[in-house]
């Protein structure tokens, strides 16, 4: 809805409210009707393609009186939206919309490789929109409590148009960055590249920017920022063979809003991760050489400083894992 009646009885349409000038105390704009209102802000929608407009919502469309005149048919239908514990009830479906302003787009070599476009039909799944992380957090956790393996398995992430399954969303296993890494590599394989050959060839594509991901993201206690304005993380060990592992070396890519972060915890963000080709060539000669540790700087660009939410409890200082077989890209 476009309007709203105040406190005093005045309407005051959306784009004008302000909520320290007007309140909080907002009833539907028929002056016969006390159903109460809630306001939201302009926002992304539809994992940021669309951008929706301020506007007024109802708080309980059955609270409507039920002649009202200024109820719209699109608030009447909402109380017809599927939520996402029916969705899970139902096995539905489910589409989490990425509806934040992320820093640059991800390359469509990447999104070609590693993301799928959207195949549902319209009554065949539920969407919502995550506008921070912490609707992202909220949604995991309902989807895990009341839904298990299968509903995750049912949920994908959609940001521009492309979509990727829930579990490849969020990385939070070594087995994860993995995976990360291997993709990255391989996409920028499969890119055209110059016919000069050599240390000194220009590759098309210098750098792959993923879809984004969520993270946990341990910043290290002596981290600071570089003339890139990156925060340094824990490194990540992962073993390719007996002898030899791989030592990723994280950097959360920040703009101004981030320059208070606090060091040492352990924080979740949503970022696109990032790999220059350099560092992809220089990880793979040294790992064919079998050189016995190898180092890849690993890029996080951070979506705003409104994206970190430290844990409740910190976790305890890992024991160093195991070597792990297995094989690895790059």
């Given at each position: 809805m476009k309007k709203a009646r105040l406190a005093d009885g005045q309407v005051v349409l959306a784009h004008q409210y302000k909520r320290d000038e007007h309140g909080s105390d907002l009833h539907c704009a028929d002056p016969d009707c006390g159903a109460q209102m809630g306001f939201r802000k302009e926002a992304l929608t539809h994992g940021s393609l669309a951008l929706k407009s301020a506007h007024f919502f109802s708080k309980s469309v059955k609270d409507h009186i039920h002649d009202c005149n200024a109820h719209e048919q699109l608030a009447i239908q909402a109380k017809h939206r599927k939520s996402l514990e029916q969705a899970i009830r139902e096995n539905k479906n489910i589409v989490i919309n990425l509806n934040v302003r992320l820093m640059e787009n991800f390359n469509g070599v990447a999104g070609a490789l590693v993301c799928q476009s959207s195949t549902n039909e319209v009554r065949d799944y539920v969407a919502v929109g995550a506008r921070n992380i912490e609707d992202m957090l909220d949604y995991i956790d309902t989807i895990n409590e009341k839904g298990g393996d299968?509903?995750?398995?049912?949920?994908?992430?959609?940001?521009?148009?492309?979509?990727?399954?829930?579990d490849e969303f969020v990385i939070d296993s070594k087995d994860k960055y993995r995976s990360l890494l291997n993709n990255m590599y391989l996409t920028l394989q499969s890119t055209p590249r110059q016919v000069k050959d050599g240390p000194d060839a220009i590759h098309s594509v210098q750098e792959i920017t993923d879809f984004p991901r969520l993270i946990?993201?341990?910043?290290?206690?002596g981290s600071r920022e570089g003339r890139?304005?990156?925060?340094?993380?824990?490194?990540?060990?992962?073993?390719?063979?007996?002898?030899?592992?791989?030592v990723l070396l994280q950097r959360a890519d920040t703009d101004d809003k981030f320059r208070q972060t606090l060091r040492g915890e352990v924080v979740h963000l949503i970022a696109r991760p990032s790999l220059h080709w350099h560092e992809a060539q220089r990880a793979r000669r040294e790992l064919d050489e079998n050189r016995p540790v190898v180092f890849v700087d690993m890029h996080w660009k951070v979506v705003s400083a409104t994206q970190f939410t430290p844990d409740e409890k910190p976790n305890p200082k890992n024991a160093p894992a195991a070597p792990k077989q297995g094989s690895l890209g790059i």
């Open positions: 299968a509903a995750r398995a049912r949920t994908r992430v959609n940001y521009q148009g492309k979509t990727l399954p829930l946990r993201f341990s910043a290290t206690e890139t304005k990156a925060l340094r993380g824990t490194p990540i060990n992962i073993f390719k063979k007996p002898g030899q592992r791989i």
